[in-house]
């Protein structure tokens, strides 16, 4: 830990969540809306070897001290490629490359390879944010010096820290994630009102499927989750990245074992069963819950069964989320699928900062533009989406 002071405030750096005490970092975690900040989850990155410096993804993590009590933190990430982000920055790479910047290393601020809204600087109640936004972005900005960092950047972030970033300096770029609603839904078949006739049908034949191969769907939570079925989450996840997606299987074994027991409150599974296999699943989402959001993570199967993908990620977490008060439910990253099952594109927001003055003049020309391309094509989407056009309104 090297700390810096100013005034009646210690900054310091750590190597790894480990180093504070659990209780003082969720003290600042736990209030917030996102479950991806909270030490447990941090840790569990780290300690199950998913985000380390060997992978690309080495912890250095921003604290403020007033005397001994922790009140604020930054979970920061020095990163040497930009796999896991789910944020695709390669013209800024390409650009950098063309000016002669190095543009690896880089500073990034996000909870590692989680495309879920919600980062922000962690600060205590009751203390001057914006004097200790101040404090944490001017050692930022020195700590990106001294390493040779090409900037910092924050990914998915909360839309009203993004507000107070702006005020310090940081470039907002516009993305969009597809994000389900619960509009005052009383079940699932309230929810299809809001689709074509068509599209209506199309749900009911892809569920229906489930049902013909004879497959049963349970949904676990918390302490109702049998222990068994932690390692089958990996099993299913790397069977999925094995598959479809060569080169992003980024968590360990060891991270979905160690959710349990002292992260279990969070999970939620949707676990399909065969009539002859109540045990063992062959197919599982897994998705995680804070308060009124819900959030999918990842999914597998062992056996291809048509429309069990939708089912287990989509109508089934839905159907849950209505009868549980869920409120929003973010099924993770990518769109091909979604757009059609009730997930309109909406608006997240990711901020940057380069060292180098010619790229940050390009990024501040530009970024304006580039927006509004992102604007116009989440409009263009969501005018696209089979549901009753009379009945729907879209935050962009």
Known sequence: MTKQVKQDYSLAWVANVAEISQPEWDALAKPLSTPFLEWEWLNNIETSGSATKRTGWQPSHLTVWRNQSLVAAAPLYIKSHSYGEFVFDSQW???????????????????????????????????????ITEMMVREIDRFCDRNKLSGCNFLFVDPDWREIMERHGYSSWLHHS??????????????????????????????????????????????????????LIYRFYNSTCNKFYWGSKYLTRQFFEQL??????????????????????????????????????????????????????????IEWAIANR???????????????????????????????????????????????????????????LPFNKHTIEFDI
């Open 93 to 131: 790479g390409d650009l950098a490359y063309r000016l002669g910047v190095e543009y690896y290393p880089k500073l990034l601020g996000m909870s590692p390879f989680t495309p879920a809204v919600g980062y922000r600087f962690l600060t205590a109640p009751g203390e001057d944010e914006d004097l």
């Open 178 to 231: 597809y994000i389900w609603s619960n509009r005052s839904f009383d079940s699932f078949d309230d929810y299809l009102k809001m689709f074509t006739s068509n599209q209506r049908k199309n749900i009911k034949r892809e569920r229906k499927a489930v049902d013909k191969a004879r497959l049963e769907m349970k949904v676990f939570t918390g302490e109702e989750i049998p222990h068994h079925l932690y390692p």
């Open 260 to 317: 349990y027991p002292n992260y279990s409150h969070r999970v939620v599974l949707c676990a399909a069963y065969t009539e002859d296999d109540d045990y063992n699943p062959v197919g599982m989402s897994f998705c995680l819950r804070k308060d009124e959001k819900l959030y999918g993570r990842y999914w597998g199967c062992l056996e291809e069964y048509d429309a069990l993908h939708f089912e287990a990620c989509y109508y089934k977490p």
């Open 326 to 384: 869920v409120q929003t439910f973010d099924p993770g990253a990518g769109g091909r699928h979604k757009k059609r099952r009730g997930f309109p594109a909406t608006a997240n927001h990711s901020l940057h900062r380069f060292r180098d003055r010619r790229m940050s003049q390009v990024l501040q020309h530009y970024i304006g533009e580039i927006n509004t391309m992102e604007a116009e094509e989440m409009e263009a989407i969501n005018n696209e």
